[in-house]
């Protein structure tokens, strides 16, 4: 057999199926990434959606209180008036109580209707901030999703593509480094051909005795690893 053109073959075909295998692996990542980008773009638009449902309930109760306020302080109007046609200590003292009530109601409530105006202060620049957010992640995601989606529809014609690059390959090599080469596949998977450094198989670290290393170097036949199987090559970065 012609060794250097059964090696530059067998080089070829370690690649393809080296891409088969990641076109096989991103049929399981691929989904995922997709999954990501949109639950990314599902969470900023939940959280935006949770701040403006927020600020109108805290709008629609700043209301509430501030029709709550008005009435009170009409009440204690009408009680300071009363007060100027009092008669008699008894009056006087229960309108002196129900003056002190509503005062201390009046400030509760500007108190909570200010508190109020700050949670919606802080929500409003929340829902700015996550309105850009949102922009700028759509856009971004939706361009990925595009292109992670095209890839992920076109994987099916990809792997056919290359099995077929890989059977006109599989042909034309020698039949015993071929079933050497799918045998080390099976068990190792994706490294079958490997380089010696160091004097060792790269795929296993086991030492090769120099005696085979000479002969490999000499490139007049094919070697595979004693210990795990795998074919050897000498190239240039070899030691
Ligand atoms: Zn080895």
Redesign the pocket.
């Known amino acids: 057999m012609e060794k250097d053109k059964d090696m530059e073959m067998i080089l070829k075909l370690q690649a393809i199926d080296y891409e088969l295998g990641e076109l096989d692996r991103s049929k399981d990542y691929l989904p995922d990434m997709i999954n990501n980008l949109e639950s990314e773009m599902q969470e900023t638009s939940s959280a935006l959606e949770s701040f403006e449902k927020e600020v109108t309930e805290q709008t629609l109760l700043h209301k509430k209180l501030d029709i709550e306020l008005a009435a009170l302080n009409q009440e204690l109007a009408k009680l300071q008036k009363q007060m100027q046609v009092i008669k008699t200590n008894k009056e006087y003292d229960a309108l002196t109580n129900e003056i002190v009530n509503r005062k201390l109601k009046i400030s509760s409530t500007e108190e909570e209707i200010l508190k109020i105006l700050t949670n919606i202060d802080d929500l409003k620049e929340k829902i700015k901030e996550y309105k850009e957010k949102l922009e700028e992640v759509n856009k971004n995601n939706t361009t990925q999703l595009a292109y992670l989606r095209k890839e992920l529809n076109s994987i099916e014609d990809k792997i056919k593509i290359k099995e077929g690059e890989r059977k006109n390959l599989t042909v034309r090599i020698d039949k015993r480094l071929l079933s050497t080469y799918e045998r080390v596949r099976k068990g190792r998977g994706d490294q079958v051909v490997?380089t010696i450094k160091k004097r060792?198989?790269?795929?296993?670290?086991?030492g090769?005795p120099p005696q085979k290393i000479q002969e490999i170097r000499k490139g007049e036949q094919i070697f595979?690893?004693?210990?795990?199987?795998?074919i050897?090559i000498w190239t240039e970065d070899s030691s």
Do not use: E, F, P, S
């Open positions: 490997v060792a198989c790269t795929g296993c670290y086991k090769i595979t690893c004693d210990n795990c199987g795998r050897l």
